[in-house]
C-alpha cells in the first residue's frame, strides 16, 4: 500500500496495547469524562479485543481469516476518533447506539405487543432534534462512501486504501480463490496457512488502530504518559487536525 514502517518496530507497540497494563488498578476518571468513556471506552476495548485476538488467529496460522477483525478494530477506532473529537460528535455516537438498539430490538420479535412496552422506553431513550421533538436527532453518518466518516478523516488515502485491503476477506473476492490452494508438482494441495502480500501492511494498520485507541483512551484519563506513549510510535494517533476549525471539538490543538 505505501512505505511503511518494519514490523519489527510496531510488534512491541501492538503487545503493550493488548497486555494494558497500567489499567491492572482500573480506569481513572474525573466527572468531566466519566460519560464521555460510558459512550466510547466500549469502543477502545473492541479495538484492544480485536488486536488479541488477531494476533492469536496469526500465531496459529489464520493471518488471512484475522483481517476481518483487523477491519472492525480500524472501523471502531476511528469512529471513536471522530466522535471524541468532532463537534457533538459523541452526542451523534450515542444516538446511533442507541437507534441500533432500539431496531435490533424490534427485529427479535416482530408482531410481539408484549413486546412493545420495551420498544416504547428504548425510543424514549434516544436523544431528540431541538427543533423537533418528535424527530431523533443527527446520528453518526456512514463510516465508508463520500461524506462518511473514514473519508472525512483520512488525509492522506491510507486508511481507504486499507480497508479495501482489509474488506476483500470480509467479502466474497477473487482471494478466495487463490489464498487456499497450492500447486506442488501438478498436484494440489489445501494451503496450511495462506500466505498474503499484504500481511506486513495489515499488521501496520493493527497498529495505527490500536495507536488511536490509545492516545483516545489516554486523553479520557488525562494520562499524560500515555498520551507521549502514543505520539511517539510514527503512527497516526490523531485524525481531526486536517478539519475545519468549525467542525473540530478542540481547534485550538495542532497536534
Not at 82 to 95: C, F, K, N, P, S
Not at 187 to 212: E, G, K, N, R
Request: one cysteine or more; glycine letters at 4%; charged letters at 30%.
Amino acid at each position: 500500500m505505501q512505505d511503511l514502517p518494519p514490523r519489527h518496530l510496531t510488534a512491541p507497540w501492538v503487545l503493550r496495547f493488548v497486555q494494558d497494563r497500567h489499567h491492572r488498578d482500573g480506569i481513572h476518571l474525573d466527572a468531566d469524562s466519566a460519560w464521555e468513556f460510558r459512550v466510547l471506552g466500549g469502543l477502545v476495548e473492541r479495538v484492544r479485543r480485536a488486536a488479541k485476538a488477531y494476533l492469536l488467529l496469526e500465531s496459529k496460522g489464520f493471518a488471512a481469516e484475522g483481517r476481518v477483525i483487523v477491519r472492525s478494530a480500524l472501523e471502531h477506532a476511528v469512529t471513536a476518533q471522530w466522535a471524541y473529537l468532532t463537534l457533538g460528535g459523541i452526542d451523534r455516537l450515542e444516538v446511533s447506539l442507541l437507534s441500533k438498539r432500539h431496531e435490533y430490538a424490534r427485529s427479535a420479535r416482530p408482531g410481539d405487543e408484549d413486546w412493545d412496552h420495551l420498544l416504547d422506553d428504548l425510543e424514549q431513550r434516544i436523544p431528540r432534534h431541538p427543533d423537533d421533538p418528535m424527530r431523533r436527532a443527527a446520528a453518526l453518518p456512514k463510516f465508508t462512501g463520500e461524506g462518511g466518516v473514514l473519508s472525512d478523516l483520512d488525509t492522506t488515502g491510507y486508511l481507504k486504501r486499507a480497508f479495501v485491503v482489509l474488506s476483500r476477506v470480509n467479502h466474497v473476492s477473487d482471494e478466495a480463490v487463490t489464498d487456499y490452494f497450492v500447486e506442488i508438482e501438478d498436484q494440489t494441495y489445501v494451503a496450511d496457512s495462506p500466505a498474503s502480500l499484504f500481511d506486513d501492511d495489515v499488521f501496520h494498520t493493527l497498529a495505527t488502530a490500536c495507536c488511536l485507541a490509545s492516545w483516545l483512551m489516554a486523553r479520557l484519563e488525562k494520562n499524560e504518559h500515555e498520551i507521549r506513549a502514543a505520539r511517539s510510535q510514527h503512527l497516526l494517533w490523531r485524525l481531526d487536525t486536517n478539519l475545519s476549525p468549525q467542525r473540530r471539538r478542540f481547534p485550538a490543538e495542532t497536534e
